[in-house]
């Protein structure tokens, strides 16, 4: 189920990428376009690896990170994240993830 916001091409599905926020009609989510934005890349470099994208959205991405950017940049614990993805460390900090059988 697509939930809009205040942002005309921003919105938010429940099987797209966790519930956060993406650009319409795509899986690229806002948080990668501010990242690839912050690092220099300009809309034209985004549109050029991401053609499905307009210039509009990615300036429309860019301003709901800005007003949304203390949310998008919530960081779980290691702890959350183990309990998430079902995983524990093993030795030398390997990821072994548990095999339960799905309910």
């Known amino acids: 189920m697509e939930v809009k916001t205040e942002h005309p091409y921003i919105v938010r599905e429940s099987g797209i990428c966790g519930g956060r926020p993406t650009i319409k009609g795509t899986r690229i989510a806002v948080e990668l376009v501010a990242r690839l934005y912050g690092q220099g890349c300009s809309s034209e470099d985004i549109v050029a690896t991401y053609p499905q994208m307009r210039r509009a ?42 095999t339960e059988p799905c309910s």
């Open 57 to 98: 959205a990615i300036y429309d991405a860019i301003s709901y990170y800005l007003d949304h950017e203390d949310e998008i940049e919530v960081k779980e614990s290691l702890e959350d994240l183990k309990q998430r993805y079902n995983f524990e460390l093993g030795p030398k900090g390997l990821i072994k993830f548990r």
